[in-house]
Nanobody, 112 residues
């Protein structure tokens, strides 16, 4: 069965960096685009970034453009979200997504 497992979240100070990982199994990873979403307390889940199956096309939400980078390693069945210059507004649970499949999420908290 399809499984997506996020990791790498944590507590970081404003201006800091984190790299999230999404380990996938149960499907041919290199055939599918992947996305990251996030959900802050009391808010709806929102799109963060997407990457196509080969990794040569990416797009980002305006709120993270220039600070976050989505990438993938098709040999390792891993997707990544590199986050830099983090702000308190980036605090949320971050989810890996493929079509209708979601991971359990990883908490990112940006606070001094």
């Amino acid at each position: 069965q399809v499984q997506l497992v996020e990791s790498g979240g944590g507590l970081v100070q404003p201006g800091g960096s984190l790299r999230l990982s999404c380990a996938v199994s149960g499907f041919t990873f290199s055939n599918y685009g992947m996305r990251w979403f996030r959900q802050a307390p009391g808010k709806e889940r929102e799109f963060v970034a997407a990457i196509n199956s080969s990794g040569n096309s990416r797009n980002y939400a305006d709120s993270v453009k220039g600070r976050f980078t989505i990438s993938r390693d098709n040999a390792k069945n891993l997707a990544y979200l590199q986050m830099k210059s983090l702000k308190p507004d980036d605090t949320a649970v971050y989810y890996c997504n493929r079509d209708t499949y979601w991971g359990q999420g990883t908490q990112v908290t940006v606070s001094s």
